[in-house]
């Protein structure tokens, strides 16, 4: 049965060291490339559907990741209200694997909303490499 | 693998469905959330993604309510994308009367109630055996 997973901020302490910004202008375009990319390399028999519109919707952050000073990857984030931001979609180009922007991603979004005040980070499902972030929690039965 | 309803390859009539469904304009957050617990419980789901209230008042979410004999026992909370594709993002109901069968009729309805309104695509999520029996479903491919 699926387990779904959040990180418990209160937790974690981690600190934003990726090259990051929030996008006030996102350029969809790019974007929708870069998720391109990520479906390729991932090998993705069925792709989930991005449009343009989620990109500038004023609920969601999109924060973008750079390398060289060169957008490389991108997380879609959706601020559920003033304590709870779930993790909808991350996409990256896979240039640099080393760079493990997956689950460095993360760590620097704890960081980013932690500072914000935010308390939860909604991750979806309970996939095993998620569980090497500190405050991850599996949701329980409970709603 | 995720599946969506291709609107254009249905043909479902609301007033000939049996469901008696409305679109909800103010939604009593407090009963969906016991229609979302009802449902967790009733299917025994060990980890549950957890419903806020401020996503059925969210702009871009449509919430449908579902009446046996007058009585709301469930609900469908949509998100729309843009304004040709929308993502039945959650059902719950209470199982009640389980031969209402008001997990597919449900989605039957809502066919009926964006075509109507122009909408191409419904995704609905995993692409689970159950969806197989809409008219209309297709697995997403490759992007």
Known sequence: MTQYAWINLAKSNYTATLDYKILDDPDSKQLLEIYKQYCTYKKFKSAWPIYAEEFTNPANDIIGYYDNNELVAWSMMYKINARVIEALQFAWNYHNPKLKLGIESMKCEC????????????????????????????????? | ????????????????????????????????????????????????????????????????GYYDENKLVAFTLCFRYNDRNIAANQFAWTYHKPELRLGITSLKWLCAYYKFRCYDYIYLGDDTAYKQQLAGVEVLGKL
Do not use: C, W
């Not at chain 1, 980013?112 to 569980?131: D, F, R, S, T, V």
């Not at chain 2, 469904?21 to 025994?44: M, S």
């Open chain 2, 1 to 64: 693998m995720y599946a969506r309803i291709n609107l254009a390859h249905t043909d479902y009539n609301a007033d000939k469905l049996g469901i008696n469904a409305k679109k909800l304009r103010d939604p009593d957050t407090d009963e969906l959330d016991k229609i979302y617990r009802a449902y967790a419980e009733y299917k025994n789901f060990s980890s549950v993604m957890p419903l806020f209230k401020e996503e059925y008042t969210y702009q871009q979410s449509d919430v449908f």
């Open chain 1, 111 to 143: 960081a980013i909303y932690k500072a914000q005040g935010y308390e939860y980070i909604i991750l979806g499902e309970a996939h095993e490499y998620k569980k090497q972030i500190d405050g991850f929690e599996i949701i329980g039965p409970a709603i």
